[in-house]
């Protein structure tokens, strides 16, 4: 992890989750939020394939493990004040469960 | 709040922070990822500008109340379990107090 910034590393190796969103790196659409723990992270820095902390399973999560919809690691970032992690990724086969290429694809009926 | 798909507003009714990301309504950038609760949230659908809360602070910020750079709202999307928001906006000025347009300007180096 040395390549990290200290302050993210601090972060995520205290136990902290950070949010983590994942957007096609071609078109820049937003795919999906999940979380990051330290073993997550690492695991996504070491693979280039997304893994993320599942908080319902309360387990490692790679995406697409079960659906065959990995999302391929060409970027990642992170925000300015450390609590963010920023994806960019190539989408096999859809993002969300719905079979929705996003899973935002609810919309607000603003007046 | 009538308009609001009730698994969004149940979450909110019940105090929870839900994360919310800002993405240019053009280019589609991600500009930065903020909290919502529900006063934030109703603000923002209400103003079409966007309204946060902030957790550091304890308290209802509407982006660009100090820095003028604030944030027009465009669309809002939720996801597909509820639990994240997406607002598609026209930023005025930048998004980072840095400085820079977005928030995500911290590159994690791959190996």
């Given at each position: 992890m040395a390549e990290i910034a200290?302050?993210?590393s601090q972060r995520l190796e205290s136990g902290e989750l950070i949010a983590a969103i994942a957007q096609?790196?071609?078109t820049n659409e937003v795919l999906m939020l999940a979380w990051m723990n330290l073993e997550s992270f690492s695991k996504s820095v070491e693979s280039k394939q997304a893994t993320y902390w599942s908080r319902s399973r309360d387990s490692?999560?790679?995406k697409g493990e079960?659906?065959?919809n990995f999302q391929e690691i060409q970027a990642?970032?992170?925000d300015c004040d450390s609590d963010a992690i920023l994806l960019k990724v190539k989408q096999i086969g859809v993002a969300c469960h719905t079979g929705e290429r996003s899973c935002f694809h609810n919309l607000?009926?603003?007046t």
């Open positions: 200290s302050t993210i096609d790196f071609e490692l999560w790679r079960s659906s065959g990642i970032y992170y607000v009926e603003l």
